[in-house]
């Protein structure tokens, strides 16, 4: 790394840069959604029911509408997700004792289970990718996608 890699990017450099960023992640993200929906013990897990369990995995129960801001998702999708793993038994509707419109929706055991597999699946791919990166390495990734995030969080998702 040269020290003219340690400067801040101009904004116009920096833009062609996160393009580069971008080539490469909406490939990866396709080859894992393939991934997930073909391979996973649930025939044909959307990858949109896997993003609903794995919220609620790390968050516990929530609403849709919640679920749809935390994915960047409409509500409407985020609905149709839950109403597919609702039909899987893989998460219920519990009352929400803050707004009774407006159910909690938890996963269930199988839910739990699922979830699990997948990302014991998964964990064993991300083992492969071994080379030389470090714990900084990460940081810096998800210290620059955050940051992308954040320019787009008040893009409309409805």
Excluded: W
């Excluded at 904004?11 to 393009?19: I, M």
């Excluded at 893989?90 to 597999?117: C, D, F, K, M, Y």
């Amino acid at each position: 790394m040269s020290k003219s890699d340690d400067k801040p990017l101009a904004p116009d450099d920096l833009a062609s840069r996160l393009y580069e960023v971008f080539a490469v992640l909406g490939p990866l993200y396709r080859r894992v959604s393939r991934g997930v929906e073909l391979n996973e013990p649930i025939e044909g897990m959307p990858i949109g029911v896997r993003a609903v369990l794995d919220l609620l995995r790390v968050h516990g129960p929530m609403t849709v509408p919640q679920m749809g801001r935390a994915q960047a998702l409409s509500r409407q999708f985020v609905q149709r997700m839950v109403n597919d793993a609702a039909a899987g038994g893989l998460v219920e509707a519990i009352p929400n004792p803050a707004h009774q419109r407006s159910s909690l929706i938890r996963l269930t055991g199988v839910g739990r289970t699922a979830i699990e597999t997948v990302i014991a699946r998964e964990s064993e791919l991300l083992k492969r990718v071994g080379g030389d990166l470090t714990g900084a390495d990460v940081d810096t990734c998800v210290r620059v996608l955050t940051r992308v995030l954040d320019v787009f969080e008040d893009v409309d998702v409805n």
